[in-house]
C-alpha cells in the first residue's frame, strides 16, 4: 500500500510540474541564443527557428490565460518577485517586450523546418521597426551562402551589420571570392554594375529608364516619348558597338546630333549606295531657310548628312529613326524630354557615375564590374547597400533598375536554361533574393519578378514593415494586392497596423473555444409542511463559442523575435528566432574599410581585366 502510495505520489508530482512549468511559460521569456556556428542548415530545409504548430488547442489556452479571474496566475510569484529585488541586472539580457503567453501556451517546442522547394512561391515578411527583421533575414541568408546558393541582398539603408553578416558568412563558408558588395554609400569600395548595359532585347533599356518616370494623367504621353527616344538612341549604340550606359544616355539626351552623326558615318561607310559620300558631302549645298523649322535649329554637319540621305534616297532604320527627332524644333525637344535630364543627372552626379556607368577600358581601377549573368554563373553573392536614407530617389532608380534586369536574367534562364551561350555544361542554380525594405525598391517590374521567375529557380524574400507602404509605393491597390498574392509563404512579426496584422488574420479559419458559465440560485420554500426553508442550485455550464484563431491583437503583442509563419500550404506555427549570441565572432569584420580592403586584396586587376561579355540583339555574343 505504501508503495502504491508512492507511486501516486510520483505521479501526481509530475503532473504538478508540468502545471507549474506551464504556468511559468506563461509568465516568463524563454532566452534563445545562438552562436553563428550553431545555426542549424539543410540542403534541402530551410531552418526559421524553435517553435510549434498552432492549432485550436493553443487559441484555447490563450483565451483562457487571458480570463480575468486567471491574470493572478501570468503575475510573477512571491519567491519570484522576492529574488528578483536581490538580483543584479544582466546586460546579456534582452528584453523582448510582449505577451510571453503567446508563446508560452506550449511548453514543448521543436525545430521549424521550411522546405526548400516552397521558396520558389516566394516569402513576404512584415514587422514593425526594431523587431527582427534583421536577424531574421540574417538567419536566412547565413543558410543560403552555405548552401551554395547564389544570393543577392538588396539593403536600402545601407545596414552595416547585414554588410557584416553577409561577408563573416562567405568568408566562413569559403566563398568570399565570390562576394561582390556595391554600396552607393561607399563609391571608392564598391564594385560598379551597369544597370541597362546587359538585355536579351534591346527595348529594354529604354524600359527600365522610362519606368523610373511618372506615368499619371499627362506625364503618360512624356513617358511614351521619352521612351522612344531612350530606344532610338540606344539601337544606334549598340549598332555602334557601344554599350549603353546613364552617361552616353545622359548626354546624348541633351544633344543627340553627335550620336546622330556617328550613326550616319558608320552607315554610310558600309551603304555601297552612299559610296563617295565624304566627296559628295562637301559639294552638296545646303539653305537652311529651305528646310523644316526643326532642322534650322540644329548643326550644320547633321543637317547635311540628313539631307544627303534624302536626296540619295537611302533609308536605315535607326539612321530614320534619330532623323526624326532633328524635326522637332531643338527648344521644344527639351521641353518633351524635360523629365528624362533631372533623372539621368541624378544618376551620372558625383562618385555615383564611375558605379552606374563603369569604364571598362580604364584598367587601372580595381574595383570589379558584375552583371547579373555571370554572377549566376559564377554562383556568386552580392551584397547591394543603396544608400537610400542619403538620396531616396537614386536608391530608387537604382534599385528599379536591378529588379528589371533581374527579371530579363530569369526570362532567359527560364527559356535556355543556366550557362547559354557558354561552352560546356553550367549548373542550375537556385537564387535567393533578399530584399529589405523592398516597399522602397518595388515598382510595376517587380511584379513580374514575383509572377515568373519561380520556373528560373529565383526563390525573393521580401522584409518591409507595414502593407501600407507598399500601397503607397506602387499607387494602386489591385497591384498591391497582385503582389500580395504571389507571395505563398507569410512570415509576421510584431505588426503596428491592423491592416497589416488582417493579411496574417484573414487567411485563418474560425475555430470553436470553450468557455465555461458558473451559475447559483436559491429559491424559497412556502410550503409549511416542507421541512426545508429553501433550495440551492450551483452548477457549471460548458459552452462552445467560434473565435478567429488569431485575432491582430495578438500579432501586436508579439515579442522582439517572435513571429507567426503560414508556411507548407497554409499550415500555421508559431515560431522564435534565435537571438545573437554574444560571443566575438572571428569572422566578422570590424568595419566597411576593412572588407573593402580584403575585397581588394582578393578581386584587384585580374578580375576586372577578365573580358566581358555584351549582348547584342540579332548579333549573338561579343566582347
Excluded at 213 to 218: A, H, Q, V
Excluded at 227 to 240: D, E, G, I, Q, S
Excluded at 506 to 526: G, I
Amino acid at each position: 500500500m505504501g508503495a502504491g502510495f508512492l507511486l501516486l505520489a510520483a505521479l501526481r508530482t509530475v503532473q504538478g510540474c508540468l502545471v507549474v512549468r506551464y504556468r511559468w511559460n506563461l509568465r516568463h521569456q524563454r532566452e534563445y541564443a545562438v552562436t553563428s556556428d550553431e545555426i542549424p542548415w539543410s540542403d534541402n530545409q530551410l531552418f526559421l527557428g524553435r517553435g510549434f504548430r498552432w492549432d485550436q488547442r493553443h487559441t484555447q489556452r490563450l483565451h483562457e490565460a487571458r480570463l480575468p479571474f486567471n491574470q493572478d496566475l501570468l503575475k510573477p510569484g512571491m519567491i519570484s518577485s522576492t529574488l528578483g529585488i536581490f538580483r543584479r541586472p544582466s546586460t546579456s539580457v534582452v528584453s523582448v517586450g510582449g505577451d510571453p503567453a503567446i508563446h508560452g501556451v506550449e511548453p514543448a517546442e521543436s525545430d521549424i523546418w521550411m522546405e526548400i522547394g516552397d521558396r520558389v512561391g516566394h516569402t513576404l515578411v512584415l514587422g514593425t521597426t526594431r523587431v527582427g527583421k534583421t536577424r531574421l533575414a540574417e538567419l536566412l541568408i547565413t543558410q543560403d551562402i552555405r548552401r551554395g546558393e547564389v544570393v543577392i541582398v538588396f539593403d536600402p539603408k545601407g545596414d552595416l551589420d547585414l554588410l557584416r553578416r553577409v561577408y563573416a558568412e562567405a568568408k566562413r563558408a569559403g566563398r568570399i571570392g565570390q562576394l561582390f558588395m556595391f554600396h552607393l554609400g561607399h563609391p571608392e569600395l564598391s564594385a560598379r554594375y551597369n544597370p541597362v548595359g546587359n538585355f536579351s532585347r534591346i527595348t529594354e533599356v529604354a524600359t527600365r529608364i522610362a519606368g523610373q518616370l511618372p506615368s499619371e494623367g499627362e506625364s503618360a504621353a512624356f513617358k511614351e516619348f521619352v521612351w522612344r527616344f531612350v530606344n532610338v538612341m540606344a539601337r544606334a549604340l549598340v549598332a555602334l558597338g557601344r554599350k549603353p550606359d546613364y552617361e552616353q544616355i545622359n548626354r546624348y539626351a541633351s544633344n543627340v546630333e553627335p550620336l546622330l552623326v556617328d550613326y550616319f558615318e558608320y552607315w554610310f561607310d558600309r551603304e555601297p549606295a552612299a559610296a563617295g559620300w565624304h566627296e559628295e558631302l562637301e559639294s552638296m549645298p545646303i539653305d537652311k531657310k529651305s528646310l523644316d523649322k526643326g532642322l534650322q535649329s540644329r548643326g550644320v554637319r547633321a543637317v547635311t548628312l540628313v539631307e544627303y540621305a534624302r536626296r540619295k534616297k537611302l533609308y536605315d532604320p535607326i539612321a530614320h529613326a534619330l532623323a526624326s527627332t532633328l524635326n522637332y524644333e531643338k527648344s521644344y525637344f527639351d521641353k518633351l524630354v524635360a523629365s528624362l535630364l533631372p533623372l539621368m543627372e541624378k544618376l551620372t552626379t558625383g562618385r555615383t557615375a564611375a558605379l552606374l556607368s563603369p569604364a571598362y577600358d580604364d584598367l587601372d581601377d580595381w574595383r570589379p564590374v558584375f552583371d547579373w549573368t555571370s554572377v549566376i554563373n559564377l554562383g556568386g553573392i552580392v551584397y547591394i547597400g543603396l544608400d537610400a536614407l542619403s538620396d531616396y530617389e537614386v536608391a530608387a532608380a537604382v534599385g528599379n533598375s536591378m529588379f528589371a534586369d533581374l527579371t530579363s536574367v530569369a526570362g532567359n534562364l527560364y527559356k535556355f536554361g543556366a550557362g547559354h551561350g557558354l561552352p560546356g555544361e553550367t549548373k542550375s542554380r537556385r537564387v535567393a533574393i533578399h530584399a529589405d525594405e523592398f516597399n522602397e525598391l518595388i515598382g510595376d517590374e517587380f511584379i513580374p519578378l514575383l509572377n515568373k521567375a519561380g520556373g528560373a529557380g529565383f526563390q525573393v524574400t521580401a522584409y518591409t514593415q507595414t502593407w501600407s507602404d507598399v500601397e503607397a509605393r506602387i499607387g494602386s491597390r489591385a497591384k498591391a494586392g497582385q503582389i500580395a498574392g504571389n507571395f505563398n509563404t507569410l512570415i509576421m512579426l510584431r505588426v503596428k497596423e491592423m491592416a497589416t496584422a488582417e493579411l496574417l488574420t484573414d487567411q485563418l479559419p474560425e475555430v470553436r473555444v470553450v468557455s465555461t458559465v458558473v451559475s447559483s440560485s436559491v429559491t424559497d420554500t412556502n410550503d409549511p409542511a416542507d421541512f426545508a426553508d429553501f433550495a440551492s442550485r450551483n452548477e457549471d455550464r460548458i459552452l462552445t463559442e467560434s473565435a478567429p484563431t488569431l485575432s491582430p491583437s495578438d500579432l501586436v503583442q508579439l515579442p522582439k523575435g517572435q513571429a507567426f509563419a503560414l508556411i507548407h500550404g497554409g499550415l500555421l506555427y508559431k515560431i522564435r528566432m534565435p537571438l545573437p549570441n554574444g560571443s566575438h565572432d572571428p569572422m566578422m569584420p570590424e568595419s566597411i574599410a576593412a572588407i573593402g580592403r580584403e575585397l581588394k586584396t582578393l578581386t584587384g586587376a585580374d578580375i576586372q581585366r577578365k573580358p566581358r561579355a555584351v549582348a547584342v540583339e540579332g548579333k549573338g555574343v561579343g566582347f
